[in-house]
């Protein structure tokens, strides 16, 4: 049972929490009715569209809409009930009607597409008296908003002239003026008592200065109103004067989205592109307008620049690639060049496999022997030296070639930044910190000659490769490193033509 009593009160609860949402939303509500369609009285072309515009524009400030066009005596009394149902314990309420209205004995009345308006009697009950609707705005708790686009001529003057009663009444023109009550706003077409016009366009003078009014955020309803009694005075040449019976204590706002101020305030320091031109397609006159094209600006040069600058570090990332791998493949040619030299002057292998000469000579020699030397390796030796330098040159060159890319690129970034620049919102591209290419060739290291020592088995005396005081055959038989060509004194050696001096500084 107590498992039950605190379920029950759970349920209850959350019902309660679910229902505050609810409670504290603001509820607008608002009837709209536009007649043109007379039966027994001059249409009107332009009220229906005046009513649907007038709809439309409340529902995207937030009205919850009861709206109808030509209704007749029953559709208008059906739609009064609901609008009056759904007022109860409203925020703020609004009535608009644009068709025709007359007043009758001091009383405003609003006419049915069906009426037949012949005397004092169909007056009463062939239409809707406008204080039927003051008392529906009544039950709202907050504001009361009544705007009348129905101050025309009154067509039924000669039918209710021709059969008035024995008691006297007056009908006069326009729509008589109304009582001001507390928290209510009231809204002619024109002054109390005179003829608003129906207009030649889409929508009647007055409607249209409403309609456009109402797209502004952001204005208090009274400034709205004289600004829509300036608007209509402007259009009519000053023949028609929108009249405003206002009686608030505080600020209402129909639009209450965000102004061109609050938006560009937030907008000011934005990157979005769609945004700000949403923003000035919307507020083309704002004072903030210039700004916002000012930024736009700034966006698209930025836009422009980084794509012009992508574009640029593609196209010098793929010759820089290119480049780059050209200069791995020299240095990989010179250090094997390089090798194969050092090999060669090391006395090991060759490249087409020829084997070093014995190093040893036969014991009955009389005189140390150093390996025999073919002519063939001279030549090749030869061939080694002019493939490396030949390396050596390509390398220089593809160094030359990076400076020079490196110095395109430079140049090419600064064009970029000049173009986009004209405006002078645009800061001059930098040139990198670091270089554009790394370098693949380690620094030259030339290989060092060794020496060989070659023993007198007769005289026990060591002769140095290195020895400085070898006398010199000639330049044409020196070597890099100071060394000498001796492949015709190791051959006569061989033969026993010769003695162990001549082999001095010999490698």
């Known amino acids: 049972m107590n498992a039950a009593l605190k379920l029950c009160a759970l349920a209850a609860l959350l019902a309660q929490l679910l229902a505050l949402p609810a409670l504290a939303q603001d509820r607008r509500v608002a009837l709209v009715i536009g007649n043109s369609a007379y039966k027994n009285a001059p249409a009107l072309p332009n009220t229906v569209n005046d009513a649907r515009d007038t709809a439309e524009a409340l529902r995207k400030v937030g009205f ?77 708790k907050g504001v009361k908003i009544m705007v009348l686009d129905a101050c025309r001529n009154n067509p039924f003057v000669a039918q209710l002239s021709k059969n008035q009663a024995t008691r006297s009444f007056s009908v006069g023109t326009g729509l008589a003026p109304i009582a001001r009550a507390q928290g209510m706003v009231t809204a002619y077409a024109t002054q109390a008592n005179d003829v608003a016009a129906d207009g030649s366009g889409r929508n009647s003078p007055f409607t249209a200065a409403l309609v456009q009014e109402m797209r502004q955020p952001g204005l208090e309803i009274a ?57 000035i397609q919307r507020f083309p006159a704002s004072f903030f307008a210039v700004d916002a094209r000012t930024r736009l600006d700034l966006l698209e040069r930025r836009s422009v620049s980084a794509s012009e600058r992508e574009k640029l570090e593609n196209e010098f990332a793929a010759r820089e690639r290119a480049l780059l791998e050209r200069l791995r493949q020299a240095e990989k040619s010179r250090q094997q060049a390089a090798s194969d030299l050092a090999d060669r002057d090391a006395g090991k292998t060759d490249a087409k496999g020829a084997a070093p000469l ?82 693949v060739r380690p620094p030259r290291q030339e290989p060092q000659p060794q020496e060989r020592t070659v ?45 162990g001096s001549s082999l001095q500084g010999c490698r």
């Open 358 to 439: 014995p190093v040893e000579a036969p014991r009955q020699a009389p005189v140390a022997l150093a390996p025999a030397v073919k002519p063939s390796d001279a030549g090749e030796r030869e061939r080694l030296a002019r493939e490396l330098a030949q390396r050596e040159q390509e390398l220089t060159a593809l160094e030359a070639e990076k400076v020079k890319l490196s110095q395109e690129r430079l140049e090419r970034e600064r064009a970029v930044a000049a173009m986009i620049n004209s405006g002078g919102v645009v800061k001059e591209l930098t040139a990198p910190e670091k270089p554009l290419l790394p370098s």
């Open 455 to 499: 023993v007198d088995r007769r005289s026990s005396e060591t002769l140095g490769g290195s020895d400085a005081s070898a006398p010199a055959r000639g330049s044409k038989n020196r070597r890099p490193g100071g060394a000498r060509d001796c492949t015709e004194e190791l051959m006569r050696a061989q033969l026993g033509d010769g003695g």
């Open 223 to 279: 400034t709205m109103f004289r600004r829509v009694q300036k608007a209509v005075y402007d259009a009519t040449g000053g023949k028609q004067t929108p009249e405003l019976s206002l009686s608030l204590l505080g600020d209402f706002y129909l639009n209450r989205e965000e102004t061109d101020a609050d938006i560009w305030r937030r907008l000011r320091s934005s990157d979005d592109v769609a945004e700000i031109k949403a923003f």
């Open 64 to 140: 919850e809409v009861v709206d109808g066009v030509d209704l007749d005596k029953r559709g208008m009394d059906t739609a009064l009930f609901r609008f009056a149902r759904l007022a109860r314990d409203a925020d703020a309420v609004m009535f608009y009607y644009a068709g025709h209205g007359f007043q009758f004995n001091g009383e405003n009345f609003l006419v049915p597409v069906e009426a037949r308006i012949d005397d004092e009697v169909s007056v009463q009950y062939e239409t809707l008296k406008l204080s039927e609707v003051i008392t529906a705005l009544g039950f709202a």
